[in-house]
C-alpha cells in the first residue's frame, strides 16, 4: 500500500476514484450501445433524455434505485441479495490493475513539521507484475456470481440460463487464452505496465531486410497480431454473454437467462 | 505483499458499495406488497408445475471439466511464450518450437482420442 501515512491514504482514494470511474463509465458505454445499434438498425434510440439522450442511463440509474426491491418466496434470500454485489468485484478487480496513464512523480516536500519523502503514485489500484495471468484469473471468478445468482431465485429459466452463461465463460476462456499468447510472445512479459510501454512510438518492422517506418500508425499490438485481436474480441463478447453470443439469455426459450427474477 | 491488501481493501469497498447501493433501494423503494401469485417463481402464467432445482445431467460437468483442463494446459503455454524470444536471442529458437510442438501434439493428440472414445458426445 505505501510506507507513510500520506501515500496509504492517496493510494486508497485513488483506488475509490478509479473504481467509480469504472462505474461512471458503464451509463456511457451502455449509451454507445443503444444509440449504435439504434443507427444500425435505422432508429432512433434513446434520444428523449438530455443531450442526445446522454442523461437516460442516469435516469435509469435513479429510477432502478427507486425500485421496489422483491425476494421470490422460495428464493434463498441472502444469496439472492448477494449475487449482484458478487459480480461487481471481478469487474472492479480487473479494471484496478490497468494502468490509465504513466505514473506520476512527486518530489520530497516539507508539510507539517515533517519531511515526505518522493513519491511515485502509479495510474493504476495497483501494480502487479504478472498482471495479464491475474486478469484472467478474476476474470473467471465472474462466473461464481452468475451461478450464485441463477441457483439462489429458485427459478428454472435462471439456473438453466445460469448454467448455459457459465459454461459458455468457461469454454471461451479457452479462446481468450490462446489468443493471449501471441502477445505474450511479441512483448515477452506479463505486465501491463511494460507492454505499453513497448508500444510507444511509431509502427517499424523488419520487411525483407530493412526496416520499415510508419509515421501514421502507432506502434500498437493490434497490428502485430491482427487475428490474436479479431479472436480476443470474439471471446470477449462471449465472456460476457453479448449479443451475438447471447445463448445464456435467449428470450425464447429461457425469457431472461439467469436475470428472470 | 502490499499488492495483496491492496486488492483485498478495493474487494471490501466495492462490497460494502454494492450493498449500499442495495439497502438504499430497499430504503428509498417502494414497500412490496407480497401475494401468493407474486412470489411464486416466475413461469409461463400457469400455476408453478416444477420446482426450481431441476436435474442437471451429469455428462454436463463431465464436458466442463474435460473444457477446465484444456484451459490449465493453455496455461502451461504462458511461461514458453513469454521466454521464446529469449531462446531465439540465443540461437535455439528451433529446439523450443519444436518443444511446444511436442507439448502441442500431445494436446491434440488428446483432444482426438476423447472424441475417438465418445467422450463428447451427448446422447
Same mark, same amino acid.
Given at each position: 500500500?505505501?510506507?507513510?501515512?500520506?501515500?496509504?491514504?492517496?493510494?486508497?482514494?485513488?483506488?475509490?476514484?478509479?473504481?467509480?470511474?469504472?462505474?461512471?463509465?458503464?451509463?456511457?458505454?451502455?449509451?454507445?450501445?443503444?444509440?449504435? +445499434?439504434?443507427?444500425?438498425?435505422?432508429?432512433?434510440?434513446?434520444?428523449?433524455?438530455?443531450?442526445?439522450?446522454?442523461?437516460?442511463?442516469?435516469?435509469?440509474?435513479?429510477?432502478?434505485?427507486?425500485?421496489?426491491?422483491?425476494?421470490?418466496?422460495?428464493?434463498?434470500?441472502?444469496?439472492?441479495?448477494?449475487?449482484?454485489?458478487?459480480?461487481?468485484?471481478?469487474?472492479?478487480?480487473?479494471?484496478?490493475?490497468?494502468?490509465? +496513464?504513466?505514473?506520476?512523480?512527486?518530489?520530497?516536500?516539507?508539510?507539517?513539521?515533517?519531511?515526505?519523502?518522493?513519491?511515485?503514485?502509479?495510474?493504476?489500484?495497483?501494480?502487479?507484475?504478472?498482471?495479464?495471468?491475474?486478469?484472467?484469473?478474476?476474470?473467471?471468478?465472474?462466473?461464481?456470481?452468475?451461478?450464485?445468482?441463477?441457483?439462489? +431465485?429458485?427459478?428454472?429459466?435462471?439456473?438453466?440460463?445460469?448454467?448455459?452463461? +457459465?459454461?459458455?465463460?468457461?469454454?471461451?476462456?479457452?479462446?481468450?487464452?490462446?489468443?493471449?499468447?501471441?502477445?505474450?510472445?511479441?512483448?515477452?512479459?506479463?505486465?501491463?505496465?511494460?507492454?505499453?510501454?513497448?508500444?510507444?512510438?511509431?509502427?517499424?518492422?523488419?520487411?525483407?531486410?530493412?526496416?520499415?517506418?510508419?509515421?501514421?500508425?502507432?506502434?500498437?499490438?493490434?497490428?502485430?497480431?491482427?487475428?490474436?485481436?479479431?479472436?480476443?474480441?470474439?471471446?470477449?463478447?462471449?465472456?460476457?454473454?453479448?449479443?451475438?453470443?447471447?445463448?445464456?439469455?435467449?428470450?425464447?426459450?429461457?425469457?431472461?437467462?439467469?436475470?428472470?427474477? | 505483499?502490499?499488492?495483496?491488501?491492496?486488492?483485498?481493501?478495493?474487494?471490501?469497498?466495492?462490497?460494502?458499495?454494492?450493498?449500499?447501493?442495495?439497502?438504499?433501494?430497499?430504503?428509498?423503494?417502494?414497500?412490496?406488497?407480497?401475494?401468493?401469485?407474486?412470489?411464486?417463481?416466475?413461469?409461463?402464467?400457469?400455476?408453478?408445475?416444477?420446482?426450481?432445482?431441476?436435474?442437471?445431467?451429469?455428462?454436463?460437468?463431465?464436458?466442463?471439466?474435460?473444457?477446465?483442463?484444456?484451459?490449465?494446459?493453455?496455461?502451461?503455454?504462458?511461461?514458453?511464450?513469454?521466454?521464446?524470444?529469449?531462446?531465439?536471442?540465443?540461437?535455439?529458437?528451433?529446439?523450443?518450437?519444436?518443444?511446444?510442438?511436442?507439448?502441442?501434439?500431445?494436446?491434440?493428440?488428446?483432444?482426438?482420442?476423447?472424441?475417438?472414445?465418445?467422450?463428447?458426445?451427448?446422447?
Amino acid at each position: 500500500m505505501g510506507s507513510d501515512v500520506f501515500e496509504i491514504s492517496v493510494n486508497f482514494v485513488k483506488m475509490a476514484i478509479i473504481f467509480l470511474m469504472m462505474v461512471q463509465l458503464v451509463p456511457v458505454l451502455v449509451w454507445v450501445e443503444r444509440r449504435g +445499434s439504434a443507427f444500425i438498425q435505422n432508429r432512433l434510440g434513446p434520444n428523449r433524455v438530455g443531450p442526445l439522450g446522454l442523461t437516460q442511463l442516469l435516469a435509469d440509474a435513479v429510477k432502478f434505485i427507486f425500485k421496489e426491491e422483491f425476494i421470490p418466496a422460495k428464493s434463498r434470500w441472502f444469496l439472492f441479495y448477494a449475487a449482484p454485489v458478487l459480480s461487481l468485484v471481478p469487474a472492479a478487480l480487473a479494471f484496478g490493475c490497468i494502468p490509465l +496513464s504513466i505514473p506520476i512523480h512527486v518530489e520530497a516536500f516539507q508539510m507539517l513539521g515533517h519531511s515526505w519523502g518522493p513519491y511515485r503514485f502509479a495510474f493504476q489500484s495497483y501494480e502487479i507484475g504478472v498482471g495479464i495471468v491475474f486478469v484472467l484469473g478474476i476474470s473467471s471468478l465472474a462466473a461464481y456470481a452468475l451461478l450464485t445468482s441463477g441457483w439462489a +431465485s429458485f427459478n428454472k429459466y435462471s439456473l438453466l440460463g445460469a448454467l448455459r452463461a +457459465s459454461a459458455q465463460m468457461i469454454s471461451y476462456e479457452l479462446a481468450l487464452g490462446l489468443a493471449i499468447v501471441g502477445v505474450l510472445i511479441i512483448y515477452g512479459t506479463f505486465d501491463f505496465r511494460e507492454m505499453i510501454d513497448a508500444q510507444a512510438g511509431p509502427l517499424s518492422f523488419m520487411w525483407l531486410g530493412h526496416e520499415v517506418t510508419t509515421n501514421w500508425l502507432p506502434n500498437w499490438g493490434i497490428f502485430y497480431q491482427p487475428l490474436g485481436a479479431v479472436l480476443l474480441f470474439a471471446a470477449m463478447f462471449a465472456e460476457t454473454n453479448r449479443l451475438p453470443f447471447d445463448l445464456p439469455e435467449a428470450e425464447a426459450e429461457l425469457v431472461a437467462g439467469y436475470h428472470t427474477e | 505483499m502490499s499488492v495483496v491488501v491492496s486488492v483485498l481493501v478495493l474487494t471490501a469497498f466495492v462490497l460494502v458499495f454494492g450493498a449500499g447501493l442495495l439497502t438504499l433501494a430497499g430504503f428509498l423503494g417502494p414497500k412490496p406488497k407480497y401475494s401468493n401469485v407474486k412470489e411464486s417463481p416466475y413461469e409461463c402464467g400457469l400455476p408453478g408445475q416444477e420446482s426450481g432445482s431441476t436435474v442437471i445431467s451429469v455428462r454436463f460437468y463431465l464436458t466442463a471439466i474435460l473444457f477446465i483442463l484444456f484451459d490449465i494446459e493453455i496455461i502451461f503455454m504462458y511461461p514458453w511464450a513469454i521466454s521464446f524470444t529469449d531462446f531465439i536471442a540465443k540461437g535455439q529458437g528451433l529446439y523450443a518450437l519444436s518443444a511446444m510442438g511436442v507439448f502441442l501434439f500431445i494436446f491434440i493428440y488428446g483432444l482426438i482420442w476423447e472424441i475417438k472414445s465418445k467422450a463428447l458426445e451427448w446422447e
